[in-house]
């Protein structure tokens, strides 16, 4: 539409001459796109992008749609513009009774922090619709179900979690050369992607499979975690030390001509031999346009030197060609995923290099979008954008500094997290126990877009709720973790029905109702015993855990920041670890041994 529509002269000279033209940004806007797309979903029972929307000079929607090709979108101009120059209170009665309409039902669905019974209804409703041939849930396209798998994974239910994984891993929507994932998948068996590559994505899979390999220890979930943590620092990473939200699906004009290959493409780069193997590990036969297949690796290499060489090989041919364009805009929400999966994926595979570009996407967040104490969701060559944050912004980035805390043991992101979470409590509150995905001050629409579901990224709402969860448990504020449990009330309305669009929402649920399980771990810092003591802590499996950091010399009462840290010292001159559920601790175990039986037991 774009192409066809807003670049056509006569279209646009129809446009500028009867109407103000508004193109919004749903990246930088997620507030305006919710609160239209619940308008045009309301009048014409279906939703998507473009999205088309007319609407009155304040704002009140009275026509919708998706997309008008070229003719139909020139005919509707004149009609539109001829209904507001002969009947114009008729629209501005219709855009108001639209707008009453809508602000009728924007109640969200209440209850109470589901228990075990409703958790275990959600993995039966899940069950309903797995593919049990090819993972994932219901059929094509496919999108990857990040959320719905974390949740999967905290519960134990590891057949549906590492089917789906494993199919993923080994099918087109992977990049089998240069890692990460695809936005999409146009067929149900992963094959096919839409090529595009979002930041978004790739923060919350690359999370999955480090949890992935914590449960399994399986090789496959450790080398997509490690060649996706690679592509995000290669590929996606700003001179500013923040991470581009995307890269385009299309070079050259055409989709996917930077990542397919042709047999003949092969044998060119890799010789006659070693092209015919390439041809068949990778599945080369025509998958996708043109006789050209998207690369796929349905079973482990053979010879896995072989498969090293080939595969470093191809990409630095396919370096060689026209890249995808790069959205090289800087959203919150998105980095704050980004921390949290590369802090933690440092951590557990003790690559320092992660945790120190986690660390410097933090201090970017710090220093460019936090203004006065409020956040704000994009910037772009280091400087911030003029739209304050959303919901997902705070809640999000509030998750990624405490995952960088637990990792690092460093006070002031967890100091900046309380902070962000405060404004989330004294300014997002919808008094019902839930949270709007704007702020009380933010500007005004016609509607205070409020979301219980998740779509591409996890619902602002729950998403708040486990930052909370996790910064209560550090901190041991009730305040913080009763407004946790509140918000997760939605939860137990979709859980049965509609669990596939609760998945963040299960898998918080899954945390509070394990506990979350606390560590303190406290000794000198330079001592070796106490860097393999946290190492440890952050390896264990356990839903929602959080990790404490400190040196155990910090005030015996009243002062220590975490909380969980208060009074926890070492034994004798030995680092020590407590393993706590609700700020009630065991006794201190000095080894990585009685450490590990006291978080399995």
Known sequence: ?????????????????????????????????????????????????????????????????????????????????????????????????????????????????????????????????????????????????SMVLEFLLRSGEREMSGATLGVMARGGIYDQLGGGFARYSVDAEWVVPHFEKMLYDNALLLRVYTHWWKASGGELARRVALETSDWLLRELRTPEGGFASALDADSEGVEGKFYVWTPEELREVLGEDDGRWAAGLFDVTGTFEHGTSVLQLPRDPEDPAR????????????????????????????????????????????????????????????EVHVADGRLLRTSRDGRAGANAGVLDDYANVAEGLISLYGVTGEARWLRLAGSLLDTVLDRFADGAGGFYDTADDAERLFQRPQDPTDNATPSGQYAA?????????????????????????????????????????????????????????????GDPRTATLHREALLADLPGLVVALGDGDGPSSGEAFPALLEGRGTVGDAPAAYVCRGFTCRMPVTTVEELRAELTS
């Open 465 to 525: 709720a486990g930052a909370l969860l996790s910064y209560g448990a550090l901190t041991g504020s009730m305040r913080h973790r009763e407004a946790a449990q509140a918000a997760l009330g939605a939860v137990s309305v979709l859980a049965a029905g509609h669990a596939r669009f609760a998945g963040w929402g299960l898998a918080v649920a899954r945390a509070a109702l394990s506990g979350p399980v606390e560590v303190a771990v406290v000794g000198p810092p």
């Open 307 to 366: 498969y090293a060489d080939v595969r470093a090989r191809l990409l630095a041919a396919r370096e060689l060609r026209i890249r995808p364009g790069r959205d090289d805009k800087v959203v919150a929400s998105w980095t704050g995923l980004a921390i949290a999966a590369l802090a933690e994926t440092g951590a557990v595979f003790e690559r320092p290099d992660l945790v120190a570009a986690a660390t410097a996407a933090a201090e970017l967040l710090a």
């Open 1 to 145: 539409m774009a192409h066809e529509s807003f670049e056509d002269a006569e279209t646009a000279r129809l446009m500028n001459q009867h109407f103000v033209n508004i193109k919004v940004d749903r990246e930088e806007r997620p507030d305006v796109d919710a609160v239209y797309m619940g308008a045009t979903q309301a009048m014409t029972h279906q939703g998507g992008w473009p999205m088309t929307v007319f609407a009155t000079p304040e704002g009140h929607p009275f026509y919708c749609g998706t997309y008008f090709p070229r003719p139909t979108f020139r005919r509707l101009l004149t009609e539109v513009h001829n209904v507001w120059t002969s009947d114009r209170d008729s629209v501005l009665r219709q855009g108001a009774k639209v707008v009453e309409a809508l602000n009728t039902h924007t109640t969200l669905p209440s209850g109470v922090m589901p228990g075990e019974e409703t958790l275990r209804e959600a993995v039966g409703n899940l069950r309903e619709s797995f593919d049990a041939a090819s993972g994932g849930f219901g059929g094509a396209p496919k999108f990857p179900p």
